[in-house]
């Protein structure tokens, strides 16, 4: 994956996550609950990426 295509991905997740917060009326917990799962998965991607955590390959959720 390319730098370009990395920060793309940024910017767009953090757009939406921009927009769930300011324009969907939710309880302040859930946003944060919200916000924290976020900011895991995506830190666990860039881990991913830069190949720092192999171990997510051989993890499949679903059927």
């Known amino acids: ?7 793309v991905v940024l910017i767009v997740v953090g757009v939406i996550l921009w927009l769930i917060n300011n ?3 939710m ?5 944060s609950i919200l916000n924290a799962v976020v900011v895991i998965a995506v830190v666990l991607w860039l881990l991913q990426v830069f ?3 192999t ?3 051989s993890i ?3 059927g």
Not at 1 to 7: A, R
């Open 51 to 53: 190949g720092l955590l």
């Open 23 to 25: 324009y969907l009326p």
């Open 55 to 57: 171990s997510l390959n």
């Open 1 to 7: 994956m390319s730098l370009i295509n990395l920060i």
């Open 27 to 31: 309880d302040r917990k859930i946003k």
């Open 60 to 62: 499949h959720v679903g």
